[in-house]
Nanobody
Framework: QVQLVESGGGLVQPGGSLRLSCAAS????????MGWHRQAPGKQRELVAK???????NYADSVKGRFTISRDSAKKTMYLQMNSLKPEDTAVYYC???????????????????WGQGTQVTVSS
């Protein structure tokens, strides 16, 4: 089955850095736009950054200049390099991807939106 698995979260001090990874697995024929979302306690989920299959990127204003999104097609993996972290960056970070995958019978293909389980990022001194 198709899965997205995030890794790389943890506890860092303000000003520190983390690199998040999102690895896609399963029978995947194509990957369109991928992105990172985050959800802080008591708040709604928000888009952090996204990257298209052509490499075009978009960032939330709050992370511009500090975060960099990238992807490795051969590894089917997306990354989020987070620098100059602030306490307000504390949240669960979720991987999202628009994927073309095999249908349940393997006789068809489907394009669907997938989400990872999330990885915790905590920025605190």
């Amino acid at each position: 089955q198709v899965q997205l698995v995030e890794s790389g979260g943890g506890l860092v001090q303000p000003g520190g850095s983390l690199r998040l990874s999102c690895a896609a697995s399963g029978t995947i024929f194509n990957i369109y736009t991928m992105g990172w979302h985050r959800q802080a306690p008591g708040k709604q989920r928000e888009l952090v950054a996204k990257i298209s299959s052509g490499g075009n990127t978009n960032y939330a204003d709050s992370v511009k200049g500090r975060f960099t999104i990238s992807r490795d097609s051969a590894k089917k993996t997306m990354y989020l390099q987070m620098n100059s972290l602030k306490p307000e960056d504390t949240a669960v970070y979720y991987c999202n991807a628009d994927l073309v995958v095999a249908g349940i019978t393997k006789a068809t293909i489907e394009r669907n939106d997938y989400w990872g389980q999330g990885t915790q990022v905590t920025v605190s001194s």
